[in-house]
């Protein structure tokens, strides 16, 4: 049985995908021409679990997301005080190509354009291809594969870096540049230029939210106290000068790039990528930024949703057992504690895998404390797809966490018999099977 969460993901992708506002990134050449319409959405789940949408493998040049990970790196080289006397952590409120420091001389966070070079000379190595090498290979050891580069657009914004040279020479000029500015640019624009996907991405964003371990390699990239630090600069600095909309609106943190991509990482839970081209007037996708909006509404990932007190959550979120009685057999799900997103996933995802030939299935919600809107939808669907494999599913919920329009908006009120104990729907069932006897 098919997961719920990928069509969830391509019918986000067919709602937004008319949105054609905004422009391409004219100012660097081989971005001037790139196809406006490509739109992809990929979610990694902190043990690798990849969920992708639309164009969600189709390469493109990470542009500045890659300034949170060379962000990273630096801090892991050269520890968070040496990094913080040349770059500050404050939201600029300026475009991000903006020539804004500090009264220290400091570019005023990571996240601009300015910080970013300044990151980028922060990294070991004494030459450009030393420090670009060591940025290739954490970045490569973030997405868990191999980055390569694309040269003709590393060439194409190589040629036209006026302001990133001269931003690169004032801070040198003033002290605060710890590479010659002709290193510090080349290699800052050459990590811009590696390229990746959306899927890559959501892998490198859910590396940050498990606290620097790779979901898919399991290496530790960074430690805990690290990851944190860059989630926190991309929560405040990482949209640009749309930083404070896109706390208020998505509350994830994230980072974007003039290629058309953005990257998320819902800390603790996932990691979220889109790709789409066209950018408002903040550089940012205009399609990505409506798909992290509905995204972090329809799955409660807002860094300051409000949970609900009074209930813990326990560590599993289902246990399976297989039982009999005189007239079948059954696989009865269990579900416990607090499902959320996150929750209902690895729910959804070991109810789709197992390989179910029993004719009945008993899903019991007597021990969910609070299950969340979506986690209903997901664990709806998959009830429903039991049901269209000519199974009868039985859900017990005492608590009508299922209420009736629920069970009419997930289109499951036929399909599902929802009881308030096992011993009620056994009964149910004793009946059915002595009703079918009798025909």
């Known amino acids: 049985?098919?997961?719920?969460?990928?069509?969830?993901?391509?019918?986000?992708?067919?709602?937004?995908?008319?949105?054609?506002?905004?422009?391409?990134?004219?100012?660097?050449p081989e971005l001037a021409d790139a196809d406006p319409e490509p739109f992809g959405i990929a979610l990694s789940m902190l043990d690798g679990q990849v969920y992708t949408a639309g164009d969600a493998e189709r390469p493109f040049t990470i542009q500045s997301s890659a300034k949170a990970f060379t962000y990273a790196l630096a801090i892991r080289e050269r520890g968070l005080t040496k990094v913080l006397a040349h770059v500050g952590v404050e939201p600029s409120g300026d475009a991000f190509n903006a020539i804004s420091v500090d009264e220290r001389g400091r570019p005023a966070n990571p996240m601009i354009n300015a910080g970013a070079i300044g990151t980028f000379a922060l990294v070991p190595g004494d030459t450009v291809e030393e420090k670009f090498d060591a940025v290739q290979r954490f970045l490569s050891d973030c997405a868990g594969h191999d980055l390569d580069i694309d040269e003709g657009a590393y060439t194409s914004e190589l040629s036209t870096a006026y302001?990133?040279?001269?931003?690169?020479?004032?801070?040198?000029?003033?002290?605060?540049?710890?590479?010659?500015?002709?290193?510090?640019?080349?290699?800052?624009?050459?990590?811009?230029?590696?390229?990746?996907?959306?899927?890559?991405?959501?892998?490198?964003?859910?590396?940050?939210a498990s606290g620097g371990v790779q979901p898919v390699t399991g290496k530790r990239v960074l430690d805990d106290e690290t990851a944190g630090h860059v989630?926190?600069?991309?929560?405040?600095?990482?949209?640009?000068?749309?930083?404070?909309?896109?706390?208020?609106?998505?509350?994830?943190?994230a980072k974007s790039g003039v290629g058309g991509g953005i990257v998320g990482a819902s800390p603790g839970r996932l990691g979220i990528a889109t790709f789409?081209?066209?950018?408002?007037?903040?550089?940012?996708?205009?399609?990505?930024?409506?798909?992290?909006?509905?995204?972090?509404?329809?799955?409660?990932?807002?860094l300051m949703r409000i949970p609900e007190t009074g209930h813990l959550a326990l560590r599993?979120?289902?246990?399976?057992?297989?039982?009999?009685?005189?007239?079948?057999?059954?696989?009865?799900?269990?579900?416990?504690?607090?499902?959320?997103?996150?929750?209902?996933?690895?729910?959804?995802?070991?109810?789709?895998?197992?390989?179910?030939?029993?004719?009945?299935?008993?899903?019991?919600?007597?021990?969910?404390?609070?299950?969340?809107l979506v986690a209903l939808q997901m664990i709806a669907a998959v009830m429903a797809g039991?049901?269209?494999?000519?199974?009868?599913?039985?859900?017990?919920?005492?608590?009508?966490?299922?209420?009736?329009?629920?069970?009419?908006?997930?289109?499951?009120?036929?399909k599902v018999t929802q009881v308030?104990?096992?011993?009620?729907?056994?009964?149910?069932?004793?009946?059915?099977?002595?009703?079918?006897?009798?025909?």
């Open 276 to 302: 789409s081209p066209r950018l408002d007037v903040h550089g940012n996708s205009v399609r990505g930024v409506a798909a992290f909006e509905r995204l972090s509404r329809d799955l409660s990932l807002h």
């Open 386 to 414: 039991f049901a269209h494999e000519g199974r009868q599913v039985y859900l017990i919920d005492p608590a009508r966490l299922y209420g009736p329009d629920d069970l009419q908006r997930f289109d499951i009120a036929d």
């Open 163 to 208: 302001r990133n040279r001269g931003i690169a020479n004032m801070l040198r000029a003033s002290g605060g540049l710890a590479a010659e500015p002709d290193i510090a640019v080349e290699g800052y624009i050459r990590q811009g230029a590696l390229r990746v996907c959306a899927k890559d991405l959501a892998l490198m964003g859910a590396t940050l």
């Open 1 to 28: 049985m098919r997961s719920p969460i990928g069509p969830y993901l391509a019918s986000i992708v067919d709602e937004i995908r008319p949105e054609d506002s905004g422009e391409l990134a004219d100012y660097i």
């Open 231 to 253: 989630l926190s600069v991309m929560t405040t600095c990482g949209m640009y000068d749309a930083a404070g909309d896109w706390v208020s609106s998505v509350g994830i943190p």
């Open 420 to 439: 308030d104990n096992f011993e009620q729907g056994e009964a149910i069932g004793r009946e059915r099977e002595a009703a079918e006897a009798g025909d």
């Open 316 to 372: 599993e979120a289902i246990s399976v057992d297989y039982i009999s009685n005189d007239y079948g057999t059954a696989a009865m799900y269990r579900l416990q504690g607090i499902i959320d997103f996150v929750a209902a996933e690895s729910v959804v995802r070991r109810m789709t895998s197992d390989q179910i030939d029993h004719r009945y299935v008993v899903v019991e919600l007597t021990d969910v404390a609070e299950i969340k």
